[in-house]
């Protein structure tokens, strides 16, 4: 009821503000891999500026996305987050940077709270399948992170602090966030450099127990880029990206002992970029990234040394109404996992023995422009040196209805297939607890996951010129059938022959995913208001609903131009309906809201300051209920007060 | 208790004959020799803290060998330890063995310390577990003492037993009349297949076995069956036994010794009378289990580790019948000591033994450390 209470009032508050202009309209590349007007996108995209980044994040893109309609952010076992999309759980939602994979530390999904957000220009997020273009995991949608090209000459700082209020592990712990960003142009070539450090001390709903609730982290960006733009529109890029994090935090007492195991995670990764470009005509990209880690338990840690590589080439014709893009993929991962040794002489246990994979990938996607109209047809082939041949192929098309220019009808339709490949890890992994009476092995069987998705939307635009009174209005129902998910089970006859359980990756799980997501969109005069509600059904083969995905969640924004040149912005977000999985023995909770404020304002030219309070009700888990084997979908959160102040040099 | 007023008496008799001898104490001066001081015993205190010692991980697990009455850990190879009479106890991951050397064949005896950290029900109470510590058990541990020794058949030792092996006849000690068990079903599983077996009637010649027959029901687990077929019968001739009788239960026949088999009936000669032995036992890939309710109408393949399948042969290790541990209370893969106490008795002594946790202080699993103490000596 309060929560309602809110969100009335702040539409309340629509009626007496005065109009304001509507927002630019943004430049997308996702769906058709070349600029296009969001607006005119024949595959539906939406866009995080980086402005709206600066507001929403404290540094990285952990929660940040918790923005975008229809996107579920998910705070993993691993402390880091990741995002559910169309009912597909996180391995399913493929993480770009720039059009090209990052590192998967976990599965096949992407940790947001490893990408800083200081050099990132924006972020497109393509809900549905889109593995014709980008391959691999693009099931329930597409993130990609376009990071800064172009750039004025600048110098800027920033310091933001931070207090997690009542639940401090510390009463006087504070977060520091630093951030450096410049660009200069010299010679003709374009240099950028961005440095980010963040300190978090961590939180605790208890300060009675052992276990700490969220980590200590401690982590640092460094981003350096060069680029230059030759005469005939060729530009070359250079970038290198190192991240490092640690992470502690306090788990157990040591049974029979006086000690206490932590968790911990140190993690060190170097990114190198280079790209070639012909305006969009030619375009190729290499990508090189390395990964280390250690993680886990004190009295159990494991090295992981990930490393992915990958060159990336599309050429793009232009043939009156026609337009072809075709590209050309080569990719490794290599992936090498060790139990660390837990006794002086001992050489640790080996769990994934320096495997790789390859694969070779081409794709062709064309477009046809048919007056207001645009049909979209591509397919995709991947040679992968585990398992062979696998292919995709998708159908878009956008109908644009124009009644006036200022009031326009589209409908965006689709329907294609998608995968993901099996990771390194379900092929190889030996994880051997056999002393306590079970195994789980990889299977270098296994064939990619597979769906088959349907998306139509439906949106209603209209602007009103002069009066900045703009509304636009979508809805958006997805379906998807997806086959050979893959799960362990247990694998009988090696139990059998073993006297262990013995589980193993395999192809079985399937799936029907379907929903609908309605979004509204206001501008009027100085405010921006957004709501959305998005609703999902999604079941197995034998129609047991899936865990851990909420069946209606609804998001309210606004964004408001107050006097003196300050912004207001507050956004809800409200879960209910998640389902238990096989081994929770009931529920505790299964729903939540978080509800975040923030005000920022450009003092003059140099200084900027901003503060906020993010989950301003301190909705949490209950770690006890989880620990007990109960569901809680209330996130590991805490109230987040906060405050920074940056300035310009230049 | 006594070992104070032993060093008690000590110092005082060494006190007296030096108060006695004061005159030759002198010469001893006058001529240079000085006395040795009294030996003075090491203190002992009860419930003093073994460990940890480390048994390995779990990819490379490695046993410890301990005397109790040295307190040392013994440096041996698992194959030395085999024929090695001096060790007591041993431990090897969870796993806690006893010797069973003839000369010092341990056995043990759980006291009632502690019952109360589970319920009425038999599920542990996470509570108590997780608050226990060596400190906090030290007063269980300390009441324990010779008063509460049991009678020697109390003790229990480990063991190997045959998962069938004698189990599918009866033998009357009075008439001296060896008959079929045929309540006593056995269910073996082997070559993705489940077949349930009783031994229906079996005649003897002089001290062997002449003829079995066995009632036979067949589950296909790769056809897709998840029942036993009816009740077959399978008869065995054993009269002109030569190197044994192997039984293929996916064929109902017997079959030579160098084709699949999953049942063996091995040949015994006595006092020219050929015949069979009174053993079954399966093959090296087969696992087996006794079916005393004959309850079961077939076995779920997807669930067979539930069932109990045991190998041909087994080690009983007394230990495993009152686990010395709970597992993952708190969620965190732990093992928590019930901090029961045990009693050992070995060729020599009886001790208690407690064991108070598995972790080293960095929390590495697989460190034993506990705490023991002589209750008496034979």
Known sequence: MKLTAVVLCLFGLCMVNQARSTAMEQIVVTGTRSSIDQSDSPVSIDVISAAQLQKLSHGTLAGALNYIPGVVAKRNAKDGYTVQMQGFDENHVLILMDSQPLISPTGSAVDLDQIGVVDIERIEVLRGAASVLYGSSAMGGVINIITRKESKNHLKLKYQSSSYTQNNIDSSDIGHQIQLDASQNILGWRGNISLQKIEDPGFDYDPNTIAQSAPSTDKHFVNLGLSKQFDDAFGLSLKARYFSDDKQKQRYEIPGQAGEISYLSEVEQWQYDLALNQGEIWRVQGRYINHLETSGDSNSLRDADITLMEIDSQYLWNIEDLELVSGFVLHTDELFQIKTATEQGTSGTVEIDDKARDSVEAYTQLSLQIDEHEVLAGIRAQRDSEFGWHSAARVNALFSFSETQQQQWKLRMGVGQSYRVPTLKERFYVFDHSNLGYMVLGNEQLEPETAVSANLELTFVKQSGSSNRDFSLSVNTHYSKAEGFIETVTDVEASASTGLLISRYSNVEEAVLKGVDLSANLAWGKVDYQLSYSYLHATDHKGAHLSDRPTHQIKANLDWQLPFDIHGLIYLVYENGSYPTAQQLGIEQDDWSSLNLSLSQNFNQNWHWVAGVDNVFDNHQNTDAVAAGLLDVRPLSSRRVFAGISYQFY | ?378
């Not at chain 2, 000085?34 to 460990?51: K, L, N, R, S, T």
């Not at chain 2, 037993?161 to 056995?186: P, Q, R």
């Not at chain 2, 001790?351 to 209750?375: C, H, P």
Request: hydrophobic share 35%.
């Open chain 2, 1 to 378: 208790m006594n070992k104070n007023l032993t060093t008690g008496l000590s110092i005082g008799i060494w006190a007296l004959m030096s108060a006695c001898g004061s005159s030759s104490s002198n010469n001893d001066s006058e001529t240079g020799v000085i006395p040795d001081p009294a030996p003075v015993e090491e203190e002992v205190v009860e419930g003093e803290v073994y460990g940890p010692f480390t048994t390995g991980s779990t990819s490379e697990p490695k046993s410890v060998y301990f005397d109790l009455e040295t307190a040392t850990v013994l440096e041996l190879t698992d194959e030395e330890a085999v024929s090695d009479s001096q060790w007591d106890i041993a431990f090897n991951r969870t796993k806690v063995s006893l010797n069973t050397h003839a000369e010092n064949t341990v056995g043990t005896y759980v006291t009632d310390v502690n019952s109360d950290f589970y319920d009425d029900q038999g599920n542990a109470l996470s509570e108590i577990f997780l608050n226990a510590d060596a400190d906090t058990e030290l007063e269980d541990y300390l009441a324990i003492s010779a008063d509460d020794l049991p009678d020697d058949d109390a003790y229990s030792i480990d063991s190997e037993e045959y998962v069938i092996g004698a189990n599918f006849y009866n033998y009357d000690f009075t008439t001296h009349v060896v008959s079929a068990a045929d309540d006593a079903y056995f269910i073996v599983s082997a070559d993705s297949a489940y077949t349930k077996f009783r031994a229906k009637s079996l005649t003897t010649s002089g001290r062997t076995m002449a003829t079995i027959t066995l009632g036979v029901q067949h589950q296909s687990a790769l056809d897709g069956e998840t029942e036993f077929a009816p009740e077959i019968d399978l008869e065995l001739d054993a009269t002109s036994c030569d190197t044994g009788i192997y039984v293929d239960f996916d064929l109902a026949q017997v079959v030579n010794q160098e084709d699949s088999w999953d049942i063996w009936i091995p040949c015994l000669t006595d006092e020219d009378i050929i015949g069979a032995d009174f053993q079954i036992f399966i093959a090296d890939e087969a696992s087996a289990l006794l079916d005393s309710e004959n309850s079961y109408l077939g076995i779920d393949s997807e669930a067979e580790q539930y069932y109990g399948f045991q190998s041909n042969l087994t080690t009983i290790k007394a230990f495993d019948s009152t686990p010395w541990y709970q597992y993952n209370l708190n969620g965190g893969h732990l093992l928590w000591s019930q901090y029961g106490v045990y009693l050992l008795k070995t060729n020599a002594a009886t001790y208690k033994l407690q064991i108070t946790s598995y972790y080293d202080e960095a929390g590495t699993s697989g460190n034993y450390s506990f705490r023991f103490d002589e209750l008496s000596s034979d």
